[in-house]
Structures are given as C-alpha cells and as structure tokens.
C-alpha cells in the first residue's frame, strides 16, 4: 500500500468510517500523521448512532478527541446527529466554532427533528465558507451579520429564520445553487444573490423574497 | 505503430509493461482522463504505458469494455462485474487502484478505493499491517504512548483476521 500516491490514500481514508481510518495513525511512522491531518471529517449518521447507543457522554468524547488530535485546516466537516435526542447542544457550539476557526469550508449539520439546532455566532463570522447545508437549525443572523462572502452552494431543510430587525437578510454575491425545502420564517427571508443559478423551493410556507442585482 | 481506421472507428495500441500490445477502439480509451489528453492533443495511435503490468492492463480494459456498454437495462449486471471485478488478491487489487489512478478512470478509481477500504474495515492494527504488510517501526514505549493517544471509543471488538 506504501506504492499508493498520496491523493489515494487520502482517499482510502476518507471512504473509511472515522474510527477505522484514526486507527491507521499508529501504523507505522510514514502512516503517523496521514489521518490527523486529512482535510475533511465525516462524522456521519453511521458514527453518531455507533456511539450515542452506548452514550450521549462517549459521543461527544470522541467528537472532542477527533477534533483535539486533527492538525492543520478542516476543509470539510460533516455531523449527522439525526434520528436520536442530544440533551444540550453547547458541545455542538464549541465544536462549530473549532471548525470555522479552522477554515472550514463545507459545514454540513443535520439534527433530528427532536433537537432544533440555534446556529451559533461563530457561523455567521466564518467567511470560508462555500458550502453550507442545514438540517432542523434555527437561523437567527446577529446584527452584524455580512452574509457569507465566498458561499456558492446554500441547502436548507426544515431551518427556522428568525428575523434580526424586521427580515433575515442574507447577503450571498456568489451564490450559485440555493434549495430550500420545508423551511418556516421564510417571509423574513432576504436573499441577496446577483448570481444564482439554481432555485430549488418545496413546501416552504410564506412568500420569498429574492433579490438579484 | 501506423495509425488505422476501419470505418469511422479509430484503432489505438496501448502498450503494457513487458511490451504485450493491446488494439482498441479509440473511444473505449476517452474514459481515462490522461489517455483522452494524449489522444486529443497529439494525436497518437500507440502509447506505451510502462509502468502498467499487462495483466493489469487486461483487467482495466476489461472494465472500459463493460462500462461502455453500461445502459439503465442492464445495471444490476453491471454492479456484479463490478464487485466480480474487486473481487481479486489484495496486491492486484492495489496494482489496478495505483494504474486507475495514474491514468486517472475517475469511476473505478472512486470505486477501487472502496474495495481497498472495505478489506481494512473493522480489522485491528495488527490485522492491518500484515494484510498490507508494514512493519511497525516504534519503540514499544511509542506504540503503547501513541495507542493511548487514540481516542478510546475507536476500540472495541475488532477482527483479526487477515482475509
């Protein structure tokens, strides 16, 4: 396997549940740093229910651990907490603002419909963004909100805006696809986006307001 | 090689490692990202690949042949000749992943991966290194200090086998 080039072993590792691939780290030296430095986590609806069936506390450990060992820019990350309660979600806060410290580009975060998820400031700063996805969040941009600089790709599913003034702006000039599906409080919903390309609504309840200059 | 056409189908040579020779249609080739780029920018009709073992060659060829062929009818077959085709010793498994790669098959290197990853799922690091056999190089005092390192829940019941 030590013929592979590195782009493959990268990829290997990244098709790998986390906690297989965090184990290849003690390998050998050459494989050491491989899995700590891979740009892109995937804590997904596989790794969550692996562990919260055990416990709530052993979960978040290890989401803590993961996050305590990787070094260097996490590219991507993905947590899918679907289909089982978490009782707080401050360990989530801190784990977002870890991520959009790190230059964060893909953040996808999925709740189940049990634990309304209300987005942290930390995102609403992160300006690396170009990828967001949303499940069951609440949306509620503080008054400094600038909208997201770099952001091409916005899905939101069953997300919640909450208006700052009297709408929820969002301002988003290189946005290309944007879908918004079972979404509430979109009548507060402002986007500004000179460069959309696709639109994709299901069944949201109120008007929308799109603005394109 | 002289290049030839019969009809409107073009012939390419792909040349393996130990100079076994493999006639195809063109188009079969445009699949692989690095052979499309040869065959559009500098119109050649025989590339030698030498870094690709014949066998090798005979496997992915293989595959092109089928994957062309692929039609919304007959996708279920074509997902067993895919799990057929993984199905194979890990180091030819490992000689197809790098070639694939090399001649960038964007599909089936996606796919080989998985195949490479499935074999270490859930294996132990023992299991691990003997089936890609590396040797470890820490002191036991390392390997003990690095284990503890990793986060404990990553335990549990794992497999040792080598299979």
Redesign the interface.
Known sequence: ?????G??ID???E??????A????????N??YIWSTLPNLVLDYDFYHK?IE?SES??K??VD??LL?HMGNIVKFILDTRGAHLSSCADIDRWVLFVTRNGVKKLTLRFSNLDTYSLPPSIFKCSTLTHLELTNCVFKPPSSFLGFPNLISLVLQRTTFVPTTSFCVIKVPLLEDLSLNMCHGTQYLNIISPSLKSLNVRDSHYCLVLNCF | MASSTTGEKKILTLKGGDNEEFILEESLVLQSELLKNMVKEERVSSIPLPSIKSKTLVKIIEYLKKHAELTPSNKEEFKNFEKEFVNVVLEEL?DI??AV?YLKINGL??FC??A??DR??????EA??KI?R?????TPEE?SE??K??????EGDLDDTTN
Do not use: M, Y
């Open positions: 396997i030590s013929g592979l080039a782009n493959v990829h290997i590792l098709l790998l549940p986390v906690q297989d965090a184990r290849t780290s003690i390998l050998s030296r494989w050491r562990l055990e052993k979960f450990l290890a651990e993961i060992l | 490992l992943t790098v790669n290197l996606e991966c998985q490479v990853a270490i799922k859930d294996k132990s690091v691990v290194r890609f590396i040797e470890s190089d820490f390997e690095f284990r390192e990793t986060p404990e829940a990553f």
